[in-house]
């Protein structure tokens, strides 16, 4: 058990749909994060959150639009994405940047998501 | 950010000691050396973390040189269930969000 929740596990879209990801954490950190991970790629860190502010966003193309309403959710509100953002989207959470003794980062089960 | 170097793969065998070495030349004052693990369709997770010298805990230990520019991971007497990609990670510890994964390191396990 992690502590990070992500759903749904499994997204088959089209490219014109619009639908969300979800992620919860139930480890009383401050910091959460969206990853990307294609096959057979390193891990992209795709945007931060500290505090519930944006802190950081990888140049990551509009189409992916985060949403955090409180420290314990994290939302990913994706539309008319492209077959080449067919990924594993991972969620994690983290005690830190500001006032973390580790920046140990949880990570959730991921999503896969299959744009058609 | 300090940039990181791991062979791309490793083979071992079960009962076997496994040591996974990270380069990490330009490493900074303030960094700290992380690794995790990730198995095939799973978020990565946390191993072990170290600053200097030696670090055990229950899973492995991190052996860190005087010079800090490399480290090893060392896995005592791994088992089939260890196979996973393994990621050295190098940051400072108030910049949490700034982690890079490199490609990491593919360990196989053979029985």
């Known amino acids: 058990e992690t502590g990070v929740t992500q759903t749904p596990r499994h997204l088959v879209m089209g490219m014109t749909n619009k639908k969300s990801l979800k992620c919860e954490q139930h480890?009383?950190?401050?910091?959460m994060y969206w990853y990307k991970q294609s096959a057979k790629k390193p891990l992209e860190l795709m945007f931060v959150y500290s505090l519930e502010e944006r802190v950081e966003n990888n140049s990551v193309p509009s189409r992916f639009s985060p949403e955090c309403p409180n420290s314990s959710h994290l939302f990913l509100h994706l539309h008319t994405l492209q077959p080449e953002d067919s990924a594993l989207y991972l969620c994690?959470?983290?005690?830190?940047?500001?006032?973390?003794?580790?920046?140990?980062?949880?990570f959730g089960p991921g999503t896969r998501l299959t744009v058609t | 950010l300090a940039k990181t170097t791991q062979p791309i793969s490793m083979d071992s065998y079960e009962g076997q000691e496994v040591n996974i070495t990270c380069s990490h030349n330009?490493?900074?004052?303030?960094?700290?050396i992380t690794w995790y693990q990730q198995f095939p369709s799973q978020g990565p997770r946390f191993i072990i973390q170290g600053y200097k010298t030696k670090v055990t805990n229950e899973v492995a230990s991190l052996f860190i040189p005087a010079d800090r520019k490399s480290s090893t991971l060392s896995l005592p007497r791994v088992s089939l269930s260890d196979t996973a990609v393994y990621y050295c990670l190098v940051g400072e510890m108030d910049s949490s969000y700034k982690l890079i994964f490199g490609s990491g390191t593919r360990l196989l396990v053979r029985p």
């Open positions: 994690a959470s983290s005690q830190g940047p500001s006032g973390g003794t580790s920046y140990e980062q949880y």
């Open positions: 330009n490493i900074a004052t303030n960094d700290y």
């Open positions: 480890l009383g950190h401050n910091a």
